[in-house]
């Protein structure tokens, strides 16, 4: 997976550049054999480090600060997990002694105070960080970023970003910075890192999963990960009542663009009655209606409350819906991506279906040129 040398490039900060920050411009490490030789001194000299995921923390991104933060402590650091809101409850297993500390707006910079690095993991943009990232320019410590999305020069903020957009999972770049310093994953560590990688992954099956990742985790099951029991963890905990929301979500379902891509709405009171955990709910409902066999893109807008629509966007084979993510004012990964939009659901949705055409146009015409593709079946 690393290459023969690093990808190193600096980049001026645009929107993502904050108040305060040194101005010298950012540094951009990409994958390489020393991706990490810039960080690993840091570690070493220093003693306090802060450690935070992206907001509505996925398993990726919870899964990364747990196994970083304990890779820190096993080296003697002194070590504060904080992230703008609570865990999803069906991520609890992962740190059942709830290290992982909720930062409350105006608090201050107590959680900051003698840190000698602040690593944010999971996203490269300040404004998937939540309210902690009201602390960016006004600490005195190197912000590092360890992230496996594509990286956009304009949402960034950190000092130093490490990216590898081939990464299956920002877990992943954590088990080698994890080897790097000479440390193998005790148990807690190996269930964080597994958990990262198996979602996002999509269960191994996503294009970006690699032969690295497969060895890596096979060396996670020999440090006492046990697949089933993490699968029991993350999809056989539905309820009743999330049972009966599936079924209203399927019963909104609609097609589009000749089947190809599917809508379903939700609404914030169908939502607050199921008592659903948000987060899994909507995997399983992605995923369900991405097996049927047409479907190539699946659209899924839940109402928010105060104004705003959370738009999830998953594809199958060829659709990359991260453009649509990005137009959108949000972003993720080619075939998995989202974005929290104003406005009405039936606003909204005809916000999405806009740009999911001229996307699609888009995309059906590059293929065409290159000699057909799935867009002419």
């Avoid at 390489?32 to 570690?43: F, L, N, S, V």
């Avoid at 999971?122 to 999305?149: W, Y």
């Avoid at 990742?213 to 699968?231: E, N, Q, S, W």
């Amino acid at each position: 997976m690393d290459g023969s040398k690093d990808d190193q490039t600096r980049v001026t900060g645009g929107s993502g550049k904050v108040p305060g920050r040194r101005k010298e411009a950012m540094k951009v490490i990409r994958s390489g054999r020393r991706m990490w030789d810039g960080i690993i001194p840091i570690i070493r000299r220093g003693e306090r480090f802060v450690v935070t995921g992206h907001e509505h923390a996925d398993g990726d991104a919870l899964g990364s600060q747990i196994a970083l933060s304990g890779y820190l402590r096993r080296l003697g650091k002194r070590v504060r997990a904080v992230n703008s809101d609570e865990p999803q409850p069906r991520l609890g297993f992962l740190d059942p002694r709830g290290t992982v500390e909720v930062y409350r707006p105006g608090s201050g910079d107590g959680a900051f105070a003698g840190c000698d690095a602040w690593f944010v993991v999971d996203t490269c943009a300040l404004s998937r960080i939540g309210a902690i990232g009201e602390m960016a320019g006004r600490i005195p410590c190197p912000v590092i970023v360890i992230d496996h999305h594509v990286f956009t020069p304009e949402e960034a903020f950190a000092d130093i970003n490490i990216v590898d957009e081939r990464a299956v999972a920002t877990a992943q770049m954590i088990y080698r910075l994890g080897r790097e310093l000479g440390c193998r994953p005790d148990r807690a560590t190996a269930l964080a890192l597994y958990t990262g990688i198996y979602t996002d992954s999509g269960g191994f099956v996503y294009t970006k999963m690699n032969a690295e990742a497969h060895r890596i985790t096979a060396d996670l099951m020999d440090a006492g990960v046990v697949p089933y029991k993490v699968f029991d963890r993350l999809f056989q905990t539905h309820t009743a009542a999330e049972a009966a929301l599936f079924g209203q979500a399927l019963n909104s379902l609609r097609f589009s663009q000749n089947g190809r891509v599917a809508w379903m709405t939700l609404t914030a009171r169908q939502y607050a009655a199921s008592g659903a955990d948000p987060e899994g709910s909507e995997n399983v409902l992605l995923n369900y209606v991405r097996s049927v066999r047409t479907v190539e893109v699946v659209v899924l807008l839940r109402q928010l409350p105060a104004g705003r629509v959370k738009v999830s966007l998953r594809a199958k084979n060829f659709f990359k819906v991260s453009p649509v993510a990005r137009e959108l004012g949000g972003g993720g990964h080619w075939f998995a991506a989202g974005a929290l939009v104003e406005g009405s659901l039936a606003r909204v949705q005809e916000k999405v279906k806009a740009s999911i055409a001229r996307e699609w146009r888009r995309q059906c015409r590059a293929a065409r040129k290159g000699g057909g593709g799935p867009c002419e079946r």
